[in-house]
């Protein structure tokens, strides 16, 4: 079976010249608590939690009206691609103490897989 099987999550995504006060702004209007970091071909670079907006800007006094999302991003990031397969990716998310991972197509961001639809498909 194949990730493109699952029900992926919509990807909640912000250019990696997006501020962090726009990026801040966007992650209060959803319930994540993550936003992935595209490049202008929508290619994931990183990701930025609110732990890392408050860890990374506000606790060090930092401006984030002029702070980048590439500043701050965590990078690498693991990428899922859409036909790989179901119960190695849970392995290695398992492994690797993941919750979600991003999934791509044709290295462009189309959509997030968690730990539990995976679980669910392999009915572990």
Known sequence: MQIKECVLIEPYTCHEDELIVEVA????????????????????????????????????GKDPKT???????????????FTD????????????????NAVVRDKKIVGIITITELLRMVKV
Do not use: C, Y
């Open 85 to 100: 397969d179901v119960e190695l990716v849970a392995k290695s998310m398992i492994q690797k103490s993941r919750a979600m």
């Open 25 to 60: 702004k966007k992650l209060r209007k959803t319930t994540l608590r993550h936003v992935f970091v595209v490049n202008k071909e929508s290619h994931p670079q990183g990701i930025i939690s609110v732990l890392d907006i408050n860890n990374r800007i506000v606790a060090e």
């Open 67 to 81: 702070m980048k999302a590439k500043d701050i991003m965590s990078k690498p990031i693991d990428v899922i691609n």
